[in-house]
């Protein structure tokens, strides 16, 4: 969400169509979302760990646990306080039902654990960061 502005933010979740008759306790995909800030530490642990010699390596960020769409858009009716109105239509063509990231390797490599995991956290972070620092006035 960071790097828009609040209305926009909600507006494109309002104009999103959500799909249903996944295989999901809602019907609506699953999802691993994080934190801006654990995504930033990880990559200066990554950096780190080249400047001392260390070779180049693929890793998965996550917080190892999904959040179903319908999750995150209450959590964000929740922070922002408006009723974002959602469309619900067919599920997209080969769209997975279920999306977890396994962040085993970079834990077990760089010490990289996230620290902001709760969702209510990650959108209220985003939500608070876009409304002290776009142009928009506060909705």
Same mark, same amino acid.
């Given at each position: 969400?960071?790097?828009?502005?609040p209305?926009?933010?909600?507006?494109s979740l309002?104009?999103?169509?959500?799909?249903?008759?996944?295989?999901?306790?809602d019907?609506?995909?699953?999802?691993?979302?994080i934190?801006v800030?654990?995504?930033a530490?990880?990559?200066i642990?990554?950096?780190?760990?080249? @400047?001392?010699?260390?070779?180049?390596?693929?890793y998965?960020?996550?917080?190892?646990q999904?959040h179903s769409?319908? @999750?995150?858009?209450d959590?964000?009716?929740?922070?922002?306080?408006?009723?974002?109105?959602?469309e619900?239509?067919?599920?997209r @063509?080969?769209?997975?039902?279920?999306l977890?990231?396994?962040s085993?390797r970079i834990?077990?490599?760089?010490g990289w654990?996230?620290?902001?995991g709760?969702?209510?956290?990650i959108?209220?972070?985003?939500?608070r960061?876009?409304?002290?620092n776009?142009?928009v006035?506060p909705?």
């Amino acid at each position: 969400m960071a790097g828009i502005t609040p209305l926009a933010t909600l507006r494109s979740l309002a104009d999103t169509r959500m799909g249903v008759l996944h295989s999901t306790p809602d019907g609506t995909c699953v999802r691993d979302y994080i934190h801006v800030t654990d995504l930033a530490q990880a990559h200066i642990l990554a950096l780190d760990a080249l @400047e001392s010699g260390g070779g180049s390596a693929v890793y998965n960020l996550g917080n190892e646990q999904g959040h179903s769409v319908r @999750e995150v858009i209450d959590v964000a009716r929740q922070v922002t306080g408006v009723d974002i109105p959602i469309e619900f239509g067919p599920r997209r @063509e080969g769209d997975p039902a279920v999306l977890v990231a396994s962040s085993a390797r970079i834990q077990r490599e760089l010490g990289w654990r996230p620290r902001f995991g709760e969702l209510e956290v990650i959108v209220g972070s985003a939500w608070r960061w876009e409304r002290q620092n776009c142009s928009v006035p506060p909705l």
